[in-house]
T-cell receptor
């Protein structure tokens, strides 16, 4: 069973739309949840970090975690063409582990 | 804003040769990591490093890989005898206090094995 699942897309939406990006995970031990944005030929850039169920907002971005359903989401309001990138969810399991477990990423295209 | 820097951006090496990838983590960070991303696949954890020793390694990080912090600023990944399947993007990351804290990534080194 894959640990972190993410629809690879591409997801294409018009400028100004609300975007919803999602990940599911299988391991209930996962504790910390991150969203990264990755532009072509660049490294992952940290967008959001949360460790509890519920919502966390930062500007146009909202991260949502539902631990009971093992489901995390990233919402982007007022989407801009510059938001076009691949969005990666990354989860940290805690305990003795150090490494993040990544989803495959969703390729997002914002049409001007 | 402080950032993780990696050199070179692209490395081309013949199969069987040794390669060293270099990283300068964010200066006040204590934990350092290497990840790789094979084209079209997920970012995968290789190894973490804290207090001048390996903290954790994945099953990918076999005997052909090694890491070192040769001085106060650099963090290196060495692949001893490269294989074709080592072709990938290699990302260095650092975090201020380790487990559970957000990790900040460099822009990676694209390693091409011929």
């Amino acid at each position: 069973q894959k640990e972190v699942e993410q629809d690879p897309g591409p997801l294409s939406v018009p400028e100004g739309a609300i975007v919803s990006l999602n990940c599911t995970y299988s391991n209930s031990a996962f504790q910390y949840f991150m969203w990264y944005r990755q532009y072509s030929r660049k490294g992952p850039e940290l967008l959001m970090y949360t460790y509890s169920s519920g919502n966390k907002e930062d500007g146009r971005f909202t991260a949502q975690v539902d631990k009971s359903s093992k489901y995390i989401s990233l919402f982007i309001r007022d989407s801009q063409p510059s938001d076009s990138a691949t969005y990666l969810c990354a989860i940290y399991s805690g305990g003795g582990a150090d490494g993040l477990t990544f989803g495959k990423g969703t390729h997002l295209i914002i049409q001007p | 804003e402080p950032e993780v820097t990696q050199t070179p951006s692209h490395q081309v090496t013949q199969m069987g040769q040794e390669v060293i990838l270099r990283c300068v983590p964010i200066s006040n960070h204590l934990y350092f990591y290497w990840y790789r991303q094979i084209l079209g696949q997920k970012v995968e954890f290789l190894v973490s490093f804290y207090n001048n020793e390996i903290s954790e390694k994945s099953e990918i990080f076999d005997d052909q890989f090694s890491v070192e912090r040769p001085d106060g600023s650099n963090f290196t990944l060495k692949i001893r005898s490269t294989k074709l399947e080592d072709s990938a993007m290699y990302f260095c990351a650092s975090s201020p206090t380790g487990r559970g804290q957000p990790q900040h990534f460099g822009d990676g080194t694209r390693l091409s094995i011929l």
